[in-house]
């Protein structure tokens, strides 16, 4: 129509309603996910099933809903643009507010605060010293990192000497540093103290401390803030009334 050419991607059509009023209607919550960052969101490939504590709570909002989820692969890259266009109904699983993605869809209230860690080979830990930037960007360091996300511009905009290695299958990048292609990746102090329980050959420098402060978060349509309203309650409900807290343990512990 030419209404729908005025709209601007990803704002909700008021003729049909808010997703509020059509993820019931419909039955189905679309859900976007990269499924390749444990604990927050895993694909089994065997299967293809999803796994994770983001994953948990998208089935919980899908319920409440009255509808099934439906579990969409995105990547990094493309995340927050598959919201803004109308591909899903929410982005989900362990993704950061950033500024420049809040230009893009909505951010829900978020889930767990979290920052930019060094994780390395314990044998390794000496030499890295307090863990500090300095102690990691020098020639001879291999910083691995994934592309598209948050931890590839933290990497870009603080390592100049150190060499940095792109790895673009982030279900196998801690794999580099536990065989020794890679010494350092620096990424959420979640997901290091997750890697350092499965691989215990890994040490997270300073997860307590990390370099950057950041807060994950739900990504819903611009322009939609009866959803986005809806789903800040849900995650509000669930931040503090120990349902996420109980999922994080269901991994972490
Ligand atoms: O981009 C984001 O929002 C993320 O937090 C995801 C991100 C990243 O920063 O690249 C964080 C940790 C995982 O190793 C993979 C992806």
Known sequence: SPDAARRPEGRPDRHHGSLLDTVPKKGVLRVCTTGDYAPFTKLDPADGTYSGVDIKMARDLAKSLEAKPRFTATTWANLTKDV?????????????????????VYFSEPTREDGKTPIVRCADKEKFGEGALADIDKPGTTVVVNPGGTNEQFARANIK????????????????IVEGRADVMMTDASETLYQ??????????????PFTFSEKAYATPRGDDE?????????????????YARYEDEWMK
């Open 84 to 104: 803004a266009a109308g591909r899903c109904d929410i982005g989900v699983g362990g993704v950061s507010i950033t500024l420049p993605r809040a230009r893009q």
């Open 161 to 176: 000497q150190a060499t940095i290695k792109l790895h673009p299958e982030n279900t196998t990048i801690f794999q580099e």
């Open 196 to 209: 350092s329980k499965i691989h215990p050959e890994l040490c997270a420098l300073h997860p307590d401390e």
């Open 227 to 243: 959803f986005k309203e809806y789903v800040d309650q849900f995650v509000h409900l669930a931040t503090h009334d120990g349902t």
